[in-house]
């Protein structure tokens, strides 16, 4: 099925699994700027901005707004305000409090191996609140789950839901098990239940192309949520996994002897090897390999791990 057209004043940056994709909405000489994608490459980011803006006839960034607060959604807030002076940068309400006392585990940042500078907001978006974007009225909308104090946004008229993490077209950003958080999988299953009461003709997702097939979505996301549900040692591997792929996708590179060290020293590592596993930092340091090497995007290369 052909992805409809966006409205000329709104402009989709697909990025990839390690920055989050890009959403901009132009109102006049004026833009917002919804996500800005993994620190490391702040470059790209900085250039497919511009690029968006120039197309724009050179208007001015003036808005960040972040649906989260992890690494792959702010990680270029920083870099944007300085080299856009004057943007504002809004996050949602209910993640004041991890911002405030930064790099709390919640944040997944030193916790899960992953870098974000610190940055200073300027507003606060609740949810059920109108936002005038790119033109439209976009309603705020709580989704926790994946981030417990997430927002998306959804246009009625276009019948287009920004959707974030909330919701990808096979699947949504990790729910950690329920050992860890009794909270986050309810709270998951609540959200994908609140957004099936949309009318929704197209989805941009946090991660992935843009897509149509929202129904069919929804089903797959609830469908893995239960699987998921149903054994929660299948959720912790899912996460520790998806965690150390993530993270040598930024590191590039790393000593294998240094591996060890890393599961102990890495909380997230640490702890659901302490809860779930329970193996040696060796033992686990070796499966973690092995699992890594198995989804095609870690290989080794002599004595390091390379990202593929």
């Known amino acids: 099925m052909t992805t409809p057209a966006l409205p000329a004043d709104i402009a989709f940056i697909e990025r990839d699994w390690l920055s989050a994709n890009h959403i901009m909405l132009r109102d006049g000489t004026g833009a917002t700027l919804i996500d800005t994608g993994y620190g490391k490459f702040n470059a790209v980011t900085l250039a497919r901005v511009a690029e968006t803006l120039d197309g724009w006839g050179g208007c001015e960034l003036e808005r960040i707004i972040n649906t989260h607060i992890h690494s792959d959604h702010i990680g270029g807030n920083a870099e944007l305000q300085r080299q856009h002076r004057g943007c504002s940068i809004a996050v949602p309400a209910a993640e004041q409090s991890a911002l405030v006392h930064w790099d709390s585990p919640e944040q997944m940042l ?50 287009i839901l920004i959707a974030a993490d909330a919701l990808w077209e096979h699947g949504m950003g990790f729910v950690p098990p329920q050992a860890i958080d009794a909270a986050a999988l309810p709270a998951q299953r609540a959200t994908l ?116």
């Open 110 to 159: 030193s916790y899960a191996d992953q870098q974000a500078e610190r940055f200073a907001w300027d507003e606060v978006i609740d949810a059920g609140q109108t936002l005038r974007l790119g033109g439209e009225e976009w309603q705020t909308i709580a989704t926790p789950g994946h981030d417990m104090g997430s927002l998306v946004l959804y246009a009625p008229r276009l019948r």
């Open 193 to 308: 239940e609140r957004l099936a009461a949309l009318d929704v003709a197209l989805v941009i997702p946090g991660h992935g192309p843009m897509f149509t097939d929202f129904r069919g979505a929804l089903a797959r996301a609830m469908a893995k949520l239960e699987a998921l549900a149903a054994d929660d040692l299948r959720v912790a591997r899912s996460v520790v996994k998806g965690m150390f792929v993530y993270s040598m996708m930024w590191r590039e590179t790393m000593p294998r002897a240094e591996l060890p060290d890393y599961v102990a020293r890495v909380g997230v590592h640490r702890d659901y090897n302490a809860q779930f596993f329970r193996m040696s930092n060796e033992a686990y340091a070796e499966w973690l390999c092995a699992e890594a090497v198995k989804t095609g995007r870690v290989r080794i290369e002599g004595d390091r791990l390379v990202s593929v």
